[in-house]
């Protein structure tokens, strides 16, 4: 199948915000035959023109040599790409045609002038027959016109080509590429509003206990009852654990790491989407409160949309390099002009991936807003380091596992060396984290209490010589 018609389909498939945006293919194609017919009708073939400007590649060592050199360029100093052909011609036996503007002879007419002299066909009515005429004398190394017989054969003749039809098709890729660029940003904007949304809808429905119970406050004493949690607070975690998990759009593994493709990235959204529905986080089963449930809905509405601009971006960046492979095989002129420069290094271009940063933003404006329990665990025992000690070189651990560190004479951050540990006491208890931490995750920080009570009433049992096996049996 012809990529025209492929990146019509996958066009189709995308949103009209994205698809009515997207390169101008089949335009530009049209442009491409204007551009060959007006090379043609300058006797200037695709056989021709390869093998005229080879032999302008290849230095001669004479500066006399009477072949035909030329090269192709674009001239940028209007601010837009023009490109033209310029040839330096001294055929042996030829007289050179009259000169203009020090020897330099436009042969089809200025390129400020070509959208004038430009036919329904791509070709140019305006084109002096005499000029064209010499052209096709100086590639036949024949007599030139009759007109140009008195001319002086001592001095090289230097003619300026300009490409209307090329020139055409140049301004309407840039104009597309800038049309392009602009809606980007517009579609960058239209997601970091409804980023914010989301974001706001979602904190509003997954609210910690000190602002669902009235029982609760974040400075309460430690044995103060944490309450139930009227809010979606731990589907809302699990949602993101289960998303963090997929790595839907990059992977962060060493082997793999990077951006994933579009294949990838689309199985990967469907086996979270089935995720979620298989736990029962889809509906009223585990998200409870309306608001949750629509947000959700948003969440995965926002993952499809960045999907289908990854597609969009991919899909213009492949018809972009199609278009300029297609216009080099069908002109026969080169991806590059005389100074190295290809047609992309003058049109806009951007440096980064829109989809890219759609992801990077909604991974620091959405996912935070729920506090994971990876980011508070206890670097030894990596349950929740509930009534945490801060150790003096700032290092985090729950206090049975500094207790039992101290009483085995550790002496060393377990982290970084520091010699601290024995130097931890009361006033090194983050009171600040314990609250929050009972505030995010009340009934982790109620299951760790009980551990941490259980554990250290066996150690005294076992400090005053009994078992904490043995049963007590009242006669």
């Given at each position: 199948?012809?990529?025209?018609?492929?990146?019509?389909?996958?066009?189709?498939?995308?949103?009209?915000?994205?698809?009515?945006?997207?390169?101008?293919?089949?335009q530009l194609k049209k442009l491409i035959n204007h551009v060959a017919t007006e090379l043609a009708s300058l006797g200037l073939g695709p056989t021709v023109l390869h093998d005229l400007l080879q032999s302008g590649l290849e230095p001669t060592g004479n500066a006399n040599n009477a072949a035909p050199r030329v090269v192709y360029e674009f001239n940028a100093d209007?601010?837009?790409?023009?490109?033209?052909?310029?040839?330096?011609v001294q055929p042996p036996e030829l007289p050179s045609p009259p000169t203009t503007r020090s020897g330099v002879e436009e042969v089809a007419g200025d390129a400020t002038d070509a959208e004038d002299t430009e036919t329904e066909d791509g070709t140019e009515d305006g084109a002096d027959d005499k000029q064209v005429a010499l052209l096709w004398a100086l590639q036949r190394h024949a007599a030139p016109p009759d007109s140009y017989a008195d001319v002086d054969t001592t001095n090289k003749v230097e003619l300026v080509i300009p490409l209307a039809s090329d020139s055409a098709f140049f301004r309407l890729l840039a104009t597309t590429l800038q049309a392009l660029s602009a809606h980007l940003l517009t579609i960058h904007a239209q997601f970091e509003a409804t980023l914010a949304e989301l974001t706001k809808a979602v904190s509003d429905s997954a609210r910690p206990v000190s602002s669902t119970s009235a029982g609760f406050k974040v400075h309460s004493p430690?044995?103060?009852?944490?309450?139930?949690?009227?809010?979606?607070?731990?589907?809302?975690?699990?949602?993101?654990?289960?998303?963090?998990?997929?790595?839907?759009?990059?992977?962060?593994s060493e082997r793999t790491r990077g951006a994933r493709s579009i294949e990838e990235s689309e199985t990967r959204l469907k086996q979270f989407a089935e995720r979620v529905t298989t736990r029962g986080l889809g509906d009223g089963r585990k998200l409870k409160l309306p608001q949750s449930r629509?947000?959700?809905?948003?969440?995965?509405?926002?993952?499809?949309?960045?999907?289908?601009?990854?597609?969009?971006?991919?899909?213009?960046?492949?018809?972009?390099?199609?278009?300029?492979?297609?216009?080099?095989?069908?002109t026969a002129l080169p991806a590059?002009?005389?100074?190295?420069?290809?047609?992309?290094?003058?049109?806009?271009?951007?440096?980064?991936?829109?989809?890219?940063?759609?992801?990077?933003?909604?991974?620091?404006?959405?996912?935070?807003?729920?506090?994971?329990?990876?980011?508070?665990?206890?670097?030894?025992?990596?349950?929740?380091?509930?009534?945490?000690?801060?150790?003096?070189?700032?290092h985090l651990f729950c206090v049975r596992c500094l207790?039992?560190?101290?009483?085995?004479?550790?002496?060393?951050?377990?982290?970084?060396?520091?010699?601290?540990?024995?130097?931890?006491?009361?006033?090194?208890?983050?009171?600040?984290?314990?609250?929050?931490?009972r505030d995010w995750f009340p009934e982790e920080a109620s299951v760790k209490l009980r551990q941490n009570e259980r554990e250290a009433a066996r150690e005294q049992m076992e400090e005053l010589g009994l078992d904490p096996n043995a049963r007590c049996i009242v006669m």
């Open positions: 199948m012809h990529f025209s018609k492929t990146f019509a389909q996958l066009l189709q498939g995308l949103p009209p915000e994205l698809s009515e945006n997207a390169v101008e293919y089949r209007s601010g837009h790409i023009e490109p033209r052909l310029r040839l330096w430690l044995n103060a009852s944490a309450g139930g949690v009227r809010s979606d607070l731990y589907s809302w975690r699990e949602i993101f654990q289960l998303y963090v998990e997929a790595e839907v759009f990059e992977s962060v629509k947000a959700l809905e948003s969440f995965l509405e926002l993952n499809l949309f960045i999907l289908n601009v990854k597609k969009f971006e991919l899909a213009n960046a492949e018809a972009t390099r199609k278009i300029l492979k297609k216009h080099s095989k069908r590059t002009d005389a100074n190295n420069t290809a047609p992309l290094a003058l049109l806009p271009t951007s440096n980064t991936s829109l989809p890219r940063i759609l992801v990077q933003e909604l991974g620091t404006t959405l996912l935070p807003v729920i506090p994971s329990l990876d980011d508070y665990a206890c670097l030894i025992c990596t349950s929740i380091a509930f009534k945490p000690i801060r150790l003096a070189c700032g207790v039992k560190m101290q009483k085995r004479g550790s002496a060393d951050c377990p982290m970084c060396r520091s010699p601290c540990v024995l130097l931890a006491d009361r006033s090194n208890v983050d009171w600040a984290m314990l609250n929050f931490m």
